[in-house]
Nanobody
Framework: QVQLVESGGGLVQTGGSLRLSCVAS????????MGWFRQVPGKEREFVAA??????????DYADSVKGRFTISRDNTKNTVSLQMNSLKPEDTAVYYC???????????????WGQGTQVTVSS
């Protein structure tokens, strides 16, 4: 079992920045691909970014809609994964979820564990 707890959401104006954090507990954190997804009411959960540890490096993946604006990072010594969001737009408004999966890609169903979500609202 892996428990995930997100924090850092809030209200920000267009062009502003927010940093989301996710703390994991339970199994070996570095074994998991860590991802961020977002969801708005009435729509499917959407892939945002993910990072996989591949010794000695890592593989990072971003959705086209956030590439160049968002940065995912992880600290395996603190079991945390973060999402730095810059140049925020109203269309970034959503509930953001942290997720962990052993062999996960961009599909939500490929992830085994989820946090409770944190609301991000970008005002125009």
């Amino acid at each position: 079992q892996v428990q995930l707890v997100e924090s850092g959401g809030g209200l920000v104006q267009t062009g502003g920045s927010l940093r989301l954090s996710c703390v994991a507990s339970g199994r070996t954190f570095s074994d998991y691909r860590m991802g961020w997804f977002r969801q708005v009411p009435g729509k499917e959960r959407e892939f945002v970014a993910a990072k996989t540890i591949t010794w000695p490096g890592s593989i990072t993946d971003y959705a086209d809609s956030v590439k160049g604006r968002f940065t995912i990072s992880r600290d395996n010594t603190k079991n945390t994964v973060s999402l730095q969001m810059n140049s925020l737009k109203p269309e970034d408004t959503a509930v953001y979820y942290c997720a962990a999966g052993r062999t996960a890609g961009r599909k939500a169903r490929e992830y085994d564990y989820w946090g409770q979500g944190t609301q991000v609202t970008v005002s125009s």
